[in-house]
């Protein structure tokens, strides 16, 4: 059974910090996402990571992912308050491919607040 | 003109009745999912339909059944509701064309079981 695990769960961090959210997962995969989850609201894509070495940047978060290490980095640069949220990952390996279909299995999840 | 859309977005409901959530999408996606999110915020895949077909379907209670009259469509009905009900019912599609397997999600449903 496909395992994806996030830590830290739960982070408390200052505006203009800078940290990072682990991901690791038991199958190997080459298909990883991260998403992001306002309180009470949907989840937003923010990151596919296609290949190992894959990198990927948008404003100050940064994703990256190693196959070899089943492991993917959300990095946090500088954290302002509107990054506030939870972030999944999620991974679809190449075996649950049913149908032409990825069946992403996400982790837990990472409740991130950033105060001033 | 929203991508994926459900309803109801709330539902407050007596345990034993039966219930049920739509979920449409407009992306021309061929691929669609019912995720569960628990009370802990954690997702886990219920079912998924490629088609109009199902191809995952996963330790989910006979109680709930999914159902796709099209594409765009999946439903899902839930008999004899319980307590353990109690959750947000995530809709989601993708498209296989992509080969990248992204999912986009719809509002959620809040279902909760009294």
């Known amino acids: 059974e496909l395992k994806v695990e996030q830590n830290p769960l739960f982070l408390s961090m200052q505006e203009g910090k800078n940290y990072t959210i682990y991901c690791n997962y038991s199958?190997?995969?080459?298909?990883l996402y991260w998403y992001r989850q306002d309180p009470g609201k949907s989840l937003e894509s923010l990151f596919v990571?296609?290949?190992?070495?894959a990198v990927k940047q948008e404003g100050r978060l940064m994703a990256s992912l190693d196959t070899k290490a089943r492991l993917s980095t959300l990095h946090i640069t500088a954290a302002v308050h509107d990054l506030s949220a939870t972030y999944f990952c999620?991974?679809?390996?190449?075996?649950?491919?049913?149908?032409?279909?990825?069946?992403?299995?996400f982790g837990r999840g990472t409740s991130l607040i950033v105060h001033p | 003109d929203t991508a994926v859309s459900q309803t109801p977005k709330y539902l407050v409901t007596q345990m034993g009745n039966d219930k049920s959530i739509k979920c449409e999408q407009n992306?021309?996606?061929?691929?669609m999912y019912w995720y569960k999110q628990d009370s802990k915020k954690f997702l886990k895949i219920m079912f998924s339909?490629?088609?109009?077909?199902?191809?995952i379907n996963e330790t989910v209670p006979n109680r709930f059944s999914p159902k796709s009259p099209d594409k765009a469509h999946l439903n899902l009905h839930i008999n004899s509701l319980e307590l353990g009900d109690s959750a947000v019912y995530f809709c989601?599609?993708?498209?296989?064309?992509?080969?990248?397997?992204?999912?986009?999600f719809g509002e959620g449903s809040r279902l909760t079981v009294l």
């Open positions: 199958t190997t995969s080459d298909r």
């Open positions: 992306l021309g996606h061929d691929t």
């Open positions: 339909y490629n088609n109009k077909e199902l191809i």
């Open positions: 989601a599609s993708s498209h296989t064309g992509t080969n990248t397997g992204e999912l986009f």
């Open positions: 999620a991974v679809a390996p190449r075996w649950v491919r049913a149908g032409g279909s990825y069946i992403p299995t």
């Open positions: 990571l296609l290949s190992n070495g």
